[in-house]
């Protein structure tokens, strides 16, 4: 148990915490937005709206992230009009490309959980709220977004501890997250197991407050359905 | 680079990448049946070990399924790949052999899908033994069935029966799982459209061409599973959905 | 000619079908203000359809609603079904009109006053204060006074229907529309909501009550419409219906009910 080399590897491993946890963050706030673009489109009547979005899910929920990344990281690099256009110093940069690509995967997931949401909005409760004049505004503002938010926090959370999972791939694409730290400490120092072990140790530390946050916001959340304290 | 050229490139000829890509295709296939059943193998012990009321052995199987859905998959599958060569470099060593051992990028890619995805299956497993009907069981063992009997006549096949939706589901992440052992170096989808990318400087071509095979297999998979479900869910009595 | 500066609301002539089934074959109705009118019929006669059509949770193809003098724009679709014209017009007159579901329908996240509260506060504008005000005046006035912090999943059906109740009186209602509102309820727990309909019609409510109970419709109600396939098969005051009405199919009727009541 060499404890100064482990407390070293932590220390070197938390030095890249920043970049794994802005890459989180992003992707999963992009991803959401767009998640929720998608949905609207899915459930909006519009024929061709609906087909998009479905054959977009079906292609991010189909394919392999990784390969995603590099479509996105790769591939649209060796196109001249992508070098010449305006999003070049964007599509450039391995960050926003990690950011991008992750952030278009998990929408096409979290769309998918926030249409079920939806979807298990008691018809009863929308139509009582349509009877008192509640316009389509309103209706969504205070019935269908609460009711569907609810909902969603359960599969949502699933989804957000695989986005943390996720981010570990932006090693492959040059990006010195935790995962690239981990891989340097055991290429340069030939230790096998304790650089991977930390790094997991903190992988899974960083999940298991994200799952505790999400259960805390749940009960925040869920007065109705407990049993009531009189 | 002209139409043509990318075409030929994409096809079985002299230049074509087109059966390599296949192989890549069928080696993906192999490496996520391998790993999805050392995932039914280990979800199975683990799922018996929660079912069982025993507290330590339920402790070590949550404990396993909590942190193999808490760290990244690639994390993993580094873990086993070098892990296990370490491993064996050593036991190698001790036995005299100089250098470096490896573990063939197979079994270890095939271990680390396994390792994670039987992680996942546990659940599946205990929520589908829940799913039997108490009075199947107590109708069983009122005839006289000997629990093997019984475990392999009755609560064997229903489990796999109300398991399949979700081991569908499970199936189509081992498949994109699997693209991760394309760092261990193992000739899989990932791994040659990355070979082919970068040998005919083509990554946009290569990537979507392997994108798209992972897309077939896929929807392949969902008609698949389909299928298995809709045949064995032919004697439940479901409700009106 | 209907005298309509007295009626509350009036329906002419509507119509619906949903695909090839005609439900509504050309139903008319005028109700004046303090009427209380019982609409009967077994299931399949449209009677539910025809109240929905009323507030336009269901569009009627055909038909004229006035609600309080005001007319519901409506247009006719090229496949033959209809529309309305002014949605903000659809919503004002909604808000005048106080649905009662068969299935409560409270919102689940929300507690009893907030509840209440939600539609005059957010669709009428009125302020937090006075509505909060009325709202407890109205809980106890439905007898769960003491119920305004607690959530529909923790009180009874018969405390949740006259909860509904309230919050459909709530938004000071013109005319209020009941959807079968004790046919959810445990028997035991009918009775208490009836009585509160009872009282909301002894105050001189306009109340349009699809219902089953024949109770209600006999002893409540100042005017019975028995419906049969989708048409008004017969309709009275109460006492020349229950007494001896001339139509065969609704003496039926009302034997097969008190079969039913055992």
Not at chain 1, 36 to 44: F, K, Q
Not at chain 1, 82 to 110: E, G, H, K, M, N
Not at chain 3, 16 to 21: P, S, T
């Amino acid at each position: 148990m060499d404890l100064p080399f482990i407390v070293d590897t932590f220390y070197r491993l938390m030095g890249a915490l920043p970049v794994t946890l802005s890459v989180w963050a992003l992707s999963v706030s992009i991803g959401g937005l767009l998640a929720m673009g998608l949905t609207w489109m899915r459930v909006s009547g519009s024929k061709p709206l609906e087909a998009f979005a479905r054959g977009y899910i079906f292609v991010f929920r189909g394919a392999p992230l990784l390969i995603q990344l590099f479509v996105i990281y790769y591939g649209l690099s060796s196109f001249a009009f992508v070098r010449a256009s305006i999003f070049w110093p964007f599509l450039r940069d391995a960050y926003s490309c990690a950011v991008l690509s992750l952030a278009l995967c998990t929408a096409a997931y979290s769309s998918e959980i926030f249409r079920g949401a939806l979807a298990a909005v008691p018809h009863g409760q929308v139509e009582a709220a349509k009877a008192c004049g509640m316009s389509r505004l309103t209706l969504f503002r205070r019935i269908i977004f609460p009711i569907a938010l609810r909902q969603a926090l359960p599969a949502y959370s699933t989804e957000v501890i695989s986005m943390t999972k996720a981010t570990a791939l932006v090693s492959l694409v040059t990006l010195w997250d935790m995962m690239s730290v981990a891989l340097k400490i055991r290429n340069d120092t030939l230790v096998t197991y304790t650089p991977l072990l930390v790094a997991g140790a903190i992988y899974f530390v960083l999940n298991f407050l994200i799952a505790r946050a999400f259960m805390a916001f749940e009960y925040y959340l869920s007065a109705h359905q407990r049993r009531r304290l009189v | 680079m002209s139409f043509a050229d990318v075409i030929a490139q994409l096809g079985f000829g002299e230049r074509g990448w087109g059966l390599a890509l296949l192989e890549g295709a069928l080696m993906t296939l192999l490496v996520s049946i391998a790993g999805l059943l050392i995932g039914a193998a280990l979800g199975s012990l683990v799922a018996w070990s929660k079912l069982s009321g025993n507290i330590i052995s339920a402790a070590v199987g949550n404990a396993y399924a909590a942190i193999f859905r808490g760290v990244p998959e690639l994390l993993v599958v580094y873990f086993v790949y070098f892990g296990s060569s370490a491993l064996l470099t050593g036991l190698g060593n001790l036995i005299g052999i100089e250098g470096f051992v490896g573990v063939p990028p197979f079994a270890a890619g095939a271990l680390a899908v396994g390792i994670v995805s039987g992680a996942y299956q546990a659940e599946v497993y205990r929520g589908a033994y829940l799913a039997i009907a108490r009075g199947e069981l107590e109708a069983a063992k009122s005839v006289g069935m000997a629990r093997l009997l019984m475990f392999r006549r009755i609560i064997a096949p229903q489990v796999l029966r109300f398991a399949i939706p979700g081991l569908g589901n499970l199936w189509q992440v081992a498949l994109k799982d699997s693209s991760l052992i394309s760092v261990t170096g193992l000739a899989e989808l990932m791994r040659v459209s990355q070979v082919a990318a970068g040998s005919t400087r083509q990554p946009f071509v290569f990537y979507l061409a392997g994108g798209a095979l992972y897309l077939l297999l896929t929807t392949l998979s969902n008609r698949v599973f389909d299928k298995a479900e809709a045949r064995a869910t032919r004697g439940l009595r479901r409700a009106a959905s | 000619m209907p005298d309509n500066e007295q009626s509350a609301i009036s329906v002419v002539n509507m119509r619906k079908r949903f695909g090839k089934l005609e439900v509504l074959k050309g139903i008319s109705l005028n109700a004046r203000e303090g009427d209380v009118i019982s609409i009967l019929g077994s299931s399949g006669s449209g009677k539910s359809t025809f109240l929905r059509c009323i507030n336009l949770l269901e569009i009627p193809d055909d038909g004229v609603v006035t609600v309080a003098g005001e007319t519901i724009k409506m247009r006719k679709k090229p496949d033959g079904t209809a529309e309305p014209v002014d949605h903000k017009q659809v919503d004002r007159i909604r808000s005048e009109l106080g649905m009662v579901f068969q299935s409560f329908n409270l919102w689940s996240h929300m507690t009893v006053l907030e509840n209440l509260i939600e539609a005059p506060v957010h669709v009428q504008k009125r302020p937090r204060a006075e509505c909060v005000e009325e709202a407890h005046a109205l809980l106890k006035k439905v007898g769960i006074g003491d119920k305004a912090d607690y959530y529909p999943a923790h009180m009874s059906g018969g405390q949740q229907q006259r909860a509904a109740i309230a919050r459909a009186l709530a938004m000071r209602p013109k005319v209020m529309l009941f959807d079968e509102p004790t046919s959810a309820l445990d028997p035991e727990l009918v009775g208490e909501v009836l009585r509160v309909m009872r009282a909301l019609a002894e105050e001189g409510r306009t109340m349009l009550v699809v219902t089953h109970e024949m109770s209600f419709a006999r002893d409540v109600s100042s005017r019975v419409m028995f419906l049969h396939q989708g048409l008004v098969e017969a309709e009275g005051p109460p006492a020349e219906l229950f007494g001896a009405s001339k139509s065969e199919r609704f003496r039926q009727f009302i034997s097969g009910q008190a079969h039913k009541a055992g």
